[in-house]
């Protein structure tokens, strides 16, 4: 990956996927870039691999358009999948979090200590 600064905060990173040369502008930094790329590329190449065992051949056959179209749907599933599970992981927490509380803490006693630590407009 090559880097060109913009300016302080945006900048084009280029990076060679599926032996074409992509030009993304982006504020994150290069090294979550190359991450990403990494991710990608591990995409593609267990695409291949599926794709090799269903049809018993390499998908050379296919556009690289349609190649790249399907790799993107395919991560965009993963993050899916993986919002909910996070969404879930946290209802879950704050339902434990808020079960371990007891019934009896907001108490008129509590409430008046409250109203006394609050400033009086």
């Not at 992509?22 to 290069?30: G, R």
């Not at 267990?46 to 794709?51: F, Q, R, S």
């Not at 991560?75 to 019934?103: C, F, G, Q, Y």
């Not at 109203?115 to 009086?120: F, G, S």
Request: contains cysteine.
């Amino acid at each position: 990956m090559t880097q060109q600064n913009l300016d302080h905060s945006v900048q084009d990173i280029y990076f060679q996927i599926l032996k074409r040369t992509a030009k993304v502008i982006c504020l994150t930094p290069e090294e979550d870039m190359e991450a990403a790329k990494v991710v990608l590329e591990n995409t593609f190449n267990d695409m291949e691999k599926l794709y090799t065992l269903e049809y018993n051949c390499s998908p050379s056959a296919l556009d690289t358009n349609s190649w790249l179209l399907m790799g993107a749907l395919n991560l965009a599933h993963r993050v899916v999948s993986l919002e909910r599970e996070a969404n879930l992981h946290t209802r879950e927490t704050i339902s434990k979090l808020l079960d371990s509380i007891p019934d009896d803490v907001y108490s008129k006693d509590s409430a008046e200590d409250i109203d006394r630590l609050l400033p009086m407009e």
